[in-house]
C-alpha cells in the first residue's frame, strides 16, 4: 500500500481510530529510533584522551547524563571533563576534576592528546 491510498483510508476513520493510529505511529517511531541508538557503541561515555600516574588513570570523557530529552541524547555530550580513576584492590574509584586539570597535574601527565 502507498502512503496515498493509507491517507486516503485513514480520512474514513472515527476520531478514536485515528488516535489510536497517532498512538501506535509513536510507539513505531520511538522503537525506530531506539533501534538506530543502539547501533552506536553502547558506551555512556567518550574517552577523548587519557594518562596514567603512578596508581592513577586520568581520563578526559564526554559524558552522556542519560537524562530524556537532553541535548547528550542526541549526541551533543557534556564535557568534556576530566576525571581521575584509582584501582584500590579490585574497586575502581572516580573523582572528578573539572574541565581543566590543575596545573601541577598537567605537568607531571601533559594535558595534550598524543
Ligand atoms: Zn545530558
Same mark, same amino acid.
Do not use: F
Given at each position: #500500500?502507498? @502512503?496515498?491510498?493509507?491517507? $486516503?483510508?485513514?480520512?474514513?476513520?472515527?476520531?478514536?481510530? =485515528?488516535?489510536?493510529? !497517532?498512538?501506535?505511529? $509513536?510507539? @513505531?517511531?520511538?522503537?525506530?529510533?531506539?533501534?538506530?541508538? /543502539?547501533?552506536?557503541?553502547?558506551?555512556?561515555?567518550?574517552? &577523548?584522551?587519557?594518562?596514567? =600516574?603512578?596508581?592513577? /588513570?586520568?581520563? &578526559?570523557?564526554?559524558?552522556? !547524563?542519560?537524562?530524556?530529552? !537532553?541535548?547528550? #541524547?542526541?549526541?551533543?555530550? $557534556?564535557?568534556?571533563?576530566?576525571?581521575?580513576? /584509582?584501582?584500590? *584492590?579490585?574497586?575502581?574509584?572516580?573523582?572528578?576534576?573539572?574541565?581543566?586539570?590543575?596545573?601541577? =597535574?598537567?605537568?607531571?601527565? *601533559?594535558?595534550?592528546?598524543?
Amino acid at each position: #500500500m502507498g @502512503l496515498t491510498q493509507i491517507k $486516503h483510508a485513514a480520512r474514513l476513520l472515527s476520531l478514536g481510530q =485515528l488516535s489510536k493510529i !497517532c498512538v501506535w505511529l $509513536h510507539e @513505531l517511531i520511538r522503537r525506530a529510533e531506539d533501534s538506530d541508538r /543502539t547501533e552506536r557503541p553502547p558506551s555512556r561515555k567518550g574517552t &577523548l584522551a587519557e594518562r596514567t =600516574l603512578d596508581n592513577k /588513570t586520568y581520563r &578526559l570523557e564526554s559524558i552522556r !547524563c542519560g537524562k530524556e530529552n !537532553c541535548k547528550c #541524547m542526541r549526541g551533543k555530550l $557534556h564535557g568534556p571533563y576530566w576525571y581521575s580513576y /584509582t584501582r584500590v *584492590g579490585n574497586k575502581v574509584t572516580s573523582q572528578y576534576i573539572g574541565k581543566r586539570i590543575p596545573k601541577a =597535574l598537567e605537568k607531571k601527565i *601533559g594535558s595534550r592528546s598524543e
